[in-house]
């Protein structure tokens, strides 16, 4: 299957849990249909989700949990 | 003949350019953050410069036009598309009945001001049409633009040209690091030399409490205070004072570690040291920063800082210059 990229429309900082003390959305090899979360971007004081665009299975996160994102970079990677 | 909101990004405001004259009573001016942007993008489709249009923050909305219009998009790289087909900023477009118009990824800057010929028609609150969303006012019922609104417009007041660009020479760009030039104020003896020093030399970043209030920054040294015994009315903090007004870009620092610059929609007073106040003919470029944009404060004079106001008001004659 073809290569696919979920971006982050938002510049913030990037978290993969949906609270530190929880486990992360999704893990690599999981699998994620177009609308699931992928993680959040946080920015003016709100959190975003941001959703696959695309059915796959996870093969990589390129972004670290905490790290700061900018708008149109690629925070998974779908087969 | 309105527009209808499909999808309304993550933080669209109507704006015009605010509502001066209430600050005493603790109402902020309000109005786009960058205002020579929102001038902008008004001239390019016919409008008076202080027309309401809408300012996107780092995503555009979705909006299906149900009459024939010219739209122009400014300040941020926000790429306009009609129908899918992209489309160029700081330039007025058509959008016919039916279309819609959309926005591809944030390519730099942070708001996009979106004007249509005619101007967004809402009902004026206090003398503009900007939404103050913490007060309630102004807008659609005082708030951001949400799906299922519709937006009313005025009658065109001018014909324009399709077509009609602001020369490149006149787009101001942030440098990296953006610089922020700040003039010392009142309460600049609060601060050590070195503090004084250290703000000035270090380099922070935006953080992501950056917002129409105000635009906090990180990474810096703390500042260390001058003691003193603290007076009446001040807080415990060496960074509090006696409570005072806030002017529109003033640089408070809570504690001394995190400086905020107050915008449009800032707080009038309160009880924290200010620094020194960013100068007007800097305002606009903050409303362009991203969260974790190199930022440097470079100190300047009172006579620098008119000088820099001049500039910025020959830009804005170059421009209607152009544009007429």
């Not at chain 2, 959008?95 to 942070?110: E, R």
């Not at chain 2, 006149?170 to 010392?184: G, H």
């Amino acid at each position: 299957m073809a290569k696919h990229e979920v971006k982050s429309p938002i510049p913030g900082t990037f978290f993969r849990k949906p609270a530190p003390d929880q486990p992360p959305f999704r893990e690599i090899g999981d699998t994620v249909a177009r609308g699931d979360t992928i993680g959040l971007v946080e920015v003016m004081k709100t959190f975003h989700e941001v959703k696959a665009d695309a059915d796959g299975t996870i093969t990589g996160f390129p972004i670290g949990d905490g790290d700061p994102v900018m708008p149109g970079q690629i925070i998974a990677e779908l087969d | 003949m309105p527009i209808n909101v499909i999808s309304a990004g993550i933080a669209t405001t109507i704006q015009d350019l605010g509502r001066p004259g209430y600050y005493h009573l603790g109402i902020p001016m309000g109005g786009a953050m960058d205002r020579l942007a929102l001038r902008t993008a008004n001239l390019l489709v016919g409008n008076d410069e202080g027309a309401a249009g809408l300012e996107s923050v780092f995503v555009g909305p979705e909006l299906e036009f149900t009459r024939d219009a010219t739209v122009a998009v400014c300040g941020a790289e926000l790429p306009p598309k009609v129908d899918g087909e992209p489309r160029e900023t700081w330039t007025a477009f058509p959008v016919k009945a039916g279309q819609v118009l959309s926005f591809d990824f944030l390519k730099s800057g942070a708001r996009a001001y979106i004007a249509i010929s005619g101007g967004i028609n809402t009902q004026p609150k206090l003398g503009s049409r900007s939404t103050y969303a913490i007060g309630a006012l102004g807008g659609i019922d005082g708030r951001a633009v949400q799906p299922g609104d519709t937006l009313p417009l005025g009658n065109a007041v001018k014909a324009v040209r399709a077509g009609l660009s602001v020369p490149a020479a006149l787009r101001r760009a942030p440098s990296s690091p953006a610089e922020l030039r700040v003039l010392p104020g009142l309460y600049w003896h609060r601060i050590t030399e070195q503090a004084q020093n250290g703000f000035f030399e270090d380099t922070w970043k935006v953080a992501n409490e950056a917002d129409r209030m105000g635009y906090r920054f990180q990474g810096g040294r703390k500042l260390e205070f001058v003691e003193r015994e603290q007076p009446f009315g001040a807080g415990a903090d060496p960074s509090n004072i006696t409570d005072a007004c806030y002017p529109y870009g003033s640089v408070q620092v809570p504690s001394g570690t995190e400086p905020i610059v107050l915008h449009r929609d800032a707080v009038s007073g309160g009880g924290y040291f200010m620094i020194g106040t960013v100068i007007s003919a800097d305002m606009d470029l903050i409303g362009q920063l991203q969260p974790h944009t190199p930022v440097r404060f470079v100190r300047v004079d009172m006579e620098a800082a008119l000088a820099a106001r001049k500039d910025r008001a020959a830009t804005m004659s170059a421009i209607r210059e152009a544009l007429s």
